[in-house]
């Protein structure tokens, strides 16, 4: 069932070609990585996993053969919320707002995820590409609460982690900015549930470091994978036209609902 699901998702996905550029998704009760390279061949830029996928070291232990491929091939991946396999979806209660899930159990994923990585997954592969959306729940701000509880110092400035903004606005994005630099911020929204207008996004950011982000973040064997994608709109709206709200360098969109 999951398998006919995702095929019909990435046949609708990637027939609407550019602007759009899309990210693979995986069963992933039975990790393959031979499902990295069909995703890859079909002109997926990189995989998406929910963040519960990596919340854990069993967790993490299970999806490793896909980070090792994905890894060894040159492509990102991107972390999203979600629960993984074998983890309850969560309840829904009539009685909780709208916004609980998205300001609990979405947040604490993300930070687990984070958390997982940084702490375990970077040792275990150095050369990942990671974007992980909504700022990763602000877990890098967490890191002197980490290291007063025992945990590891961990470098939060690392180079090949990438964090997008969606549902954040000007103060979440500055503290993270200042903390693990403004460098590696790209910009997303939770379009159609959250506007990012609301947060006076995207005309906060600073959008030669989200250009300079996403060249960075979006490349494969050295070459970058979105100019190949997405042909002239890449070039005409991205980089020579930076700092409008027509430009848009990476917007990670998802329907969180």
């Not at 031979?34 to 998406?48: E, K, M, P, T, W």
């Not at 896909?66 to 993984?84: Q, T």
């Amino acid at each position: 069932q999951a398998l006919s699901l995702l095929d019909a998702y990435h046949d609708g996905a990637l027939s609407l070609g550019p602007p759009f550029a899309v990210w693979g998704a995986v069963p992933l009760d039975l990790p393959d990585p031979a499902d990295v390279d069909r995703l890859l061949d079909r002109g997926c830029i990189g995989l998406s996993l929910p963040a519960g996928a990596l919340a854990g070291i069993d967790a993490f232990s299970r999806v490793w053969p896909l980070l090792e491929r994905l890894e060894s091939c040159g492509a990102p991946l991107f972390v999203h919320p979600g629960p993984g396999d074998r983890q309850a979806t969560g309840e829904v209660s009539l009685s909780d707002p709208l916004w609980w899930p998205a300001l609990t159990r979405y947040v604490a994923q993300m930070q687990a995820a984070w958390l997982t990585f940084a702490g375990v997954g970077r040792c275990a592969h150095p050369r990942l590409r990671v974007v992980f959306a909504m700022l990763a729940g602000l877990a890098p701000l967490h890191a002197e609460r980490l290291r007063a509880r025992g945990g590891p110092r961990l470098c939060l400035a690392d180079p090949l982690l990438f964090y997008d903004t969606s549902s954040y606005g000007r103060s979440a994005v500055s503290m993270v900015a200042a903390t693990v630099g403004a460098g590696q911020l790209l910009y997303g929204s939770d379009r159609p549930v959250v506007e990012p207008g609301e947060l006076h996004m995207p005309a906060e950011l600073d959008w030669g470091p989200i250009a300079d982000a996403a060249r960075r973040a979006f490349v494969r064997g050295g070459a970058p994978v979105l100019p190949s994608v997405l042909g002239d709109w890449w070039r005409d709206e991205v980089f020579e036209g930076a700092g409008t709200l027509g430009s848009l360098p990476v917007e990670a969109e998802r329907d969180d609902r």
